[in-house]
């Protein structure tokens, strides 16, 4: 028979090992972009700029990027093509693009989300940021892996 001690110390191990693993997975689609993704340019609008509640954030709008028609389906997937320094979505599909880079995104609420939609910044930096994409003439950076997980680096002008 194990002393109590020993089993309380292996439940803690194993509870600890649950939780980072967990933790990986909640953050593997966009540490997986930041690391191995190729970077692409889309052109931004502002869709909801600081909100009180939120904090200092810019939530972001992709002008180039199409809306799914229809009811929200789920899973969506925006092929994108170059066009100059910036790339644009192709049409929405339910199905994994063969090649290429894409966005995989989630169009079961109101909004295409694909996980780069907000911007979250120190509040001095928050209003600066908004006026340059409320001009529109902002660029969002991504990274892109090949599996379509996006994470946004950042925004700059145009």
Do not use: K, N
Request: net charge negative.
């Amino acid at each position: 028979m194990t002393p109590p001690t020993s089993r309380r110390v292996l439940r803690l191990a194993v509870a600890l090992v649950v939780q980072a693993l967990l933790v990986g997975v909640a953050v593997w689609a966009p540490l997986s972009a930041r690391l191995t993704g190729d970077e692409i340019r889309l052109r931004v609008a502002p869709f909801d700029p600081v909100d009180p509640f939120r904090g200092a954030y810019v939530d972001l709008d992709y002008s180039d990027l199409p809306s799914p028609e229809g009811e929200g389906e789920g899973a969506a997937f925006v092929p994108l093509t170059r066009s100059g320094d910036v790339w644009v979505g192709g049409p929405v599909t339910r199905t994994r693009p063969e090649g290429g880079p894409y966005l995989a995104c989630d169009d079961a609420s109101w909004r295409l989300s694909c996980g780069i939609e907000s911007l979250f910044l120190p509040q001095d930096e928050a209003r600066a940021m908004e006026d340059a994409v409320r001009g529109g003439t902002a660029v969002a950076v991504l990274r892109v892996d090949g599996r379509g997980h996006a994470a946004l680096l950042g925004v700059e002008p145009d």
